[in-house]
């Protein structure tokens, strides 16, 4: 039975009509969610595109501030809309959104990422792939002038930035010697798809190798010599930036001094962890150990993905029923290699029909074939089920409590990851990660956030560092990776890539951390408000029933929700 039968209301409908606008404005995110008729197309990355979509973004937020709440469920609603729409906005009136350019998440990373979600079953998917590698050449010539323009107005991304994307378009593009991703994706085709349209795909191919390395040079040459060399940000460009990843205005300074706790805290449990795996041997030693172990160890990419997908079937199996009741769609869930290395770990929505299930992506540094999985079982917790799995695709699910908004394009970082954190620590809490490994690989990867909330704010804002944490009272570059090498444990490129990613995406880093703290705050607010009447199953329930919500609003909303 629908619990909301006066539906639509005129904020269900506006919000349904500002998905397609958004769709049809962003392409690429039209193919993240899923929404039809787009997959052939761009966005308009030029000033004028920019402007164009900073317009809808205006025009919509008005129409939803004039608009009455009917219900509390409208009143959510409207609070979501107005806050990420409006945190959104700052962003392009602030010029940062029109200069994006970076190593990890930027209008570049879309250039090639999208492509892993089309489908490519039938002739006429591949039809619609040649169609968009065709239109992939005026797209980037656009997106280069929108660069320019962005940087003659004083806003350019830092010039380690600049190189790194430079380098990125030159690593997807390929050589004669060594074909690109575009190259290799059209070669994927199958024997059926011949004649004209393979000739198409091919030469769409080559040309979008060639507009890449166009790209790239047109970065050196142009943009470069414009970007600053200070990595950092500074506390004003942080304050906007923060507040878009978490929809909260952080206390930076407070943020950073509970990091360095956090962080002594995670190291403290590590050891005594370590000494239970290799008595004496120190967190180093355990680590060694557990690398050794033959039973640890998976080879090749197609025993990965095998493990992925079974450690993923398991969890749902697990957990459905018991602690969460899973929508049946939702108990779909892929686990997927990367086609090019160096791309991380993440997680893609399922489409709004689940005709594309949702899916976990775990992408291998260049040339290597094996994995050990003491470090991996949590991050499977975290990008599928109770993490981020079960959050969006519960959400996508809620068509009868969450407009189509909030259901597909309603985003925020910290709510997402601090949930997917969340489900870690919720993990070792349900005896999931009893085995001394698997909880030594959960605090390992706690480390790693918690290290990135104080390199992340102490970079940018220029912080001091307390005495003894690193080997200077102040961060700079190598200090920053001095600072990495003894808090996270993995191979260096991948220690510098992390870095990189800090660096170009000021304020994203600490969300983890951010987010988890405060639904752990929250929990422990509820269970003292409510003593014996708290069941922990029911407010998980309430929290992934909201959606995705800024922290401020997410905060807000569960104090109402059990409020004596």
Not at 228 to 251: F, I, K, M, N, Q
Not at 278 to 295: E, R, Y
Request: with cysteine; proline share 5%; glycine share 8%.
């Amino acid at each position: 039975m629908n619990p909301f039968p006066d539906r639509p209301t005129e904020l269900d409908q506006l919000a349904d009509g500002f998905v397609e606008s958004y769709a049809a404005s962003q392409p690429t995110v039209a193919t993240y969610i899923g929404v039809a008729g787009h997959d052939d197309r761009w966005p308009d990355l030029s000033s004028e595109g920019h402007e164009s979509h900073a317009d809808l973004l205006r025009s919509t937020r008005a129409r939803v501030e004039a608009l009455e709440p009917t219900d509390r469920r409208d009143e959510v609603a409207r609070s979501a809309m107005l806050e990420r729409i409006g945190a959104e906005l700052d962003r392009y009136d602030a010029g940062y959104a029109q200069a994006e350019l970076n190593t990890i998440d930027s209008p570049l990373q879309g250039f090639r990422g999208t492509f892993d979600l089309m489908p490519t079953e039938t002739e006429e998917d591949w039809a619609t792939v040649a169609a968009r590698l065709a239109a992939m050449p005026a797209a980037l010539l656009r997106y280069a002038r929108g660069l320019d323009d962005a940087a003659s107005r004083g806003n350019v991304s830092a010039a380690r930035q600049v190189r790194l994307a430079a380098e990125r378009a030159r690593q997807w593009a390929g050589t004669p010697d060594r074909p690109g991703f575009f190259t290799d994706l059209v070669g994927q085709a199958p024997e059926s798809v011949d004649g004209a349209l393979g000739r198409d795909l091919a030469d769409a191919a080559e040309r979008v190798s060639g507009s890449l390395h166009g790209f790239a040079d047109h970065l050196e040459r142009v943009l470069l010599p414009s970007a600053p060399a200070v990595d950092g940000v500074g506390r004003d460009r942080y304050l906007l930036e923060s507040s878009y990843h978490t929809g909260a205005r952080l206390d930076l300074d407070e943020t950073y001094e509970w990091g360095w706790a956090e962080l002594a805290r995670i190291v403290a449990e590590k050891r005594r962890v370590a000494e239970e795996i290799a008595p004496g041997q120190g967190v180093a030693g355990a680590m060694a150990a557990l690398d050794a172990d033959p039973a640890r160890m998976i080879r090749g990419r197609a025993a990965l993905q095998a493990w992925l997908q079974d450690t993923g079937d398991r969890a749902i199996a697990a957990l459905d029923g018991v602690h969460f009741d899973i929508p049946e769609p939702v108990r779909r869930l892929e686990g997927r290699l990367t086609p090019t290395a160096g791309e991380g770990v993440y997680y893609s929505a399922p489409t709004e029909d689940f005709s594309r299930p949702g899916r976990m992506w775990w992408s291998l540094p260049e040339g290597v074939e094996d994995m050990t999985t003491w470090r991996e079982t949590t991050t499977v917790f975290h990008e599928g089920v109770p993490g981020h799995h079960l959050q969006i695709g519960q959400a996508v699910h809620n068509a009868d409590r969450l407009n189509r908004w909030q259901r597909l394009l309603c985003w925020c970082s910290a709510n997402a990851e601090g949930w997917g954190l969340y489900a870690e620590r919720l993990m070792e809490e349900l005896g999931f990660l009893d085995d001394p490994g698997d909880r030594l690989g959960m605090l390992d990867a706690q480390e790693l956030r918690a290290a990135r909330v104080v390199l992340d704010i102490g970079l940018h804002l220029d912080l001091p560092i307390p005495s003894g944490a690193a080997e200077s009272d102040r961060w700079s570059y190598d200090v920053a990776l001095a600072f990495l090498r003894e808090h996270v444990s993995m191979e260096d490129a991948m220690r510098v890539d992390e870095l990189h990613r800090y660096l170009g995406w000021p304020g994203q880093a600490p969300v983890y951390k951010v987010g988890e703290r405060l639904l752990l705050v929250c929990r422990d607010e509820a269970q003292r408000r409510m003593g014996a009447e708290f069941d922990l199953k029911r407010w998980h329930a309430d929290v992934l029933d909201l959606g995705q919500l800024g922290l401020d609003p997410l905060a807000a909303e569960l104090a109402r929700m059990t409020a004596p």
